[in-house]
């Protein structure tokens, strides 16, 4: 073994002896391909941990300069848009906020519980359905409190069994319009997924 090489590639990855030694016995000594095995790996690997592409893993593997726990932070805290609009189209800032919360009224912070936004003008194919389940009770320190209407300016605390309510209600939602359809069909998903797992969601009005 070379030990000079194992001390350039251990100095320019900054990784243990023991990885600088496994890579350059895997790539026959060739320092070039020790690193393109090295970020390789580590792409893969965010890949696996946040449920992403190989163009995601990238774009944040670079932003957080090579820092593969950073990266797959910050994929699993993306906000991601549901709304009828096209990718190439503009989508207004002024919406919906959905995150999910766990008994303590922390937001979860793993791959499958991405928060997401939703456009004023979208949230008006739903927005009769989260009405429609008031009163609610909200959870505050040591008690609950009682909640008569939806506030568009503000957080909105929906437990486990009323978004199951919420979810059957927008599932029997009626409209031909494909975009709208698609819209509801992935808001749906987005719901069953947390739903696994979450006590509580949370709707913030930024109006």
């Not at 820092?67 to 993306?78: L, Y």
């Not at 069953?192 to 509580?200: E, S």
Request: net charge positive.
């Amino acid at each position: 073994m070379d030990i000079e090489k194992v001390k350039i590639l251990k100095k320019k990855l900054s990784i243990p002896l023991t990885v600088a030694i496994q890579l350059l016995k895997e790539n026959e000594g060739d320092l070039s391909a020790c690193e393109k095995a090295f970020h390789y790996n580590n792409i893969n690997t965010i890949c696996r941990l946040a449920e992403c592409d190989e163009r995601v893993a990238q774009k944040y593997y670079h932003i957080m300069k090579q820092d593969v726990e950073k990266a797959i932070e910050k994929i699993n805290q993306r906000l991601v848009c549901i709304t009828t609009k096209e990718p190439h189209e503009t989508v207004n800032k002024i919406g919906f906020i959905l995150w999910a919360e766990n008994e303590h009224l922390t937001q979860y912070i793993t791959s499958k519980a991405e928060s997401v936004f939703i456009p004023t003008e979208d949230f008006q194919y739903v927005i009769k359905e989260f009405r429609a389940v008031f009163p609610v009770k909200r959870p505050f320190k040591d008690r609950e409190i009682i909640e008569h209407h939806f506030d568009i300016c503000g957080h909105n605390f929906f437990d486990n069994q009323t978004c199951r309510t919420i979810v059957e209600r927008i599932a029997r939602i009626s409209n031909r319009d494909p975009k709208v359809e698609r819209f509801l069909r992935e808001l749906i998903q987005w719901f069953n997924v947390k739903l696994r797992f979450a006590n509580y969601i949370m709707v913030y009005g930024n109006l």
